[in-house]
């Protein structure tokens, strides 16, 4: 019977890939209209509701902030939409349909329609039935598992730092506090880091550069870790965001390997950050400048709590001219357990 089952879930996979690929949804645009698909939601659904905010509308389409943030300002770009910015808070931004917006939907839902009207034809009543009641049930399946496993995340606690070091111990790492001698090992991974143009908005990696941002006075805490043999594989620091009245939220840095990325590590070093600025005494974290184009990192902390408080439009310059947004991302530290 599990045999069965893993057959019947992988058809399906297949058929739904095959649906996909069909209706064209793979490709950049949609026929010769020249929208793509994640706008193609977007104006259906402004149509379907009166201004709502950025926030709304994320909610109804299942995205992120950062994605909604990126195919809002798209939009804004291609004359779809236009916001209207709330006289008592500035921050709330409402959405409309543009009348070439309005021109543009006009286009498209007709070909969706025949498209979908034109498939079906091709079937007896009853399968259209059969394509009805399935799609439909389908649908409210994924919507269903999708909020238990929400509410499911919900409930599950950040895990203590010891759990934490225990499991970096399972990938063969440990943390502990820097010292003057791992500077050496320390500083490659910050010029590759760098390199890479997604993640620090630094211009150069020079080692004075290095030692600005991670060494600047004594009021860092760095953490290095380590493979068993001693080998740094990457690290992090933590710090206050800003003195005086906001001396209570800390700012962090991480840098890991790029051979060691994608293993977890990551998130653990994110992990004990929360912990260990929380054992310092700060009630919240701040990230001042999240690039835009790190997707995998801001999925990382938006799954840890983070929220995006705040768009900085074209706020880094790439190394080909073009521009990125950035990100202030915030997370109160009341839930973490010292």
Known sequence: MKSLQENMINELRQNARTMI????????????????????????????CESPTMGEIAERLLLDKSTISRLISRALKKGYIHCNTDKKDKRKRFLQLTEFGKQTLERFEPIAFDQTKNALSTLSQGQVETV???????????????LSNREENKEGSLET???IEQALHQKGCNLRLFEK??????YPIYKEVVNSDI????????????KKHFFPSSERDVYICQRQDGVIIGGFYIR????????????AAYMIHQEYRGQGIGSLLVKASLHLAKKNGFQAMQFNMVLSQNVLAIKLYERLGFIV?????????????????????FRSLEDVAI
């Open 240 to 251: 206050q965001n800003y003195t005086g009245r906001s001396s209570h939220i800390a700012n």
């Open 199 to 210: 993640q620090f908005p630094y211009s150069s990696n020079d080692i004075d550069e290095f």
């Open 161 to 163: 730092l010891l759990e």
């Open 132 to 146: 009805y009641n399935g799609i439909r049930l389908y649908a409210k399946a994924l919507k269903k598992a999708r």
């Open 21 to 48: 690929r069909e209706l064209g949804l793979l490709n950049d645009a949609y026929f010769d209209i020249g929208v793509t698909l994640a706008e193609r939601h977007l104006l259906i659904e402004l149509s379907t």
């Open 181 to 186: 001698k791992d500077e050496e090992q320390l």
């Open 309 to 329: 408080a705040g768009t900085l439009p074209n706020a880094v310059q790439n190394k080909d001219g073009s521009y990125q947004d950035g990100y202030v991302m």
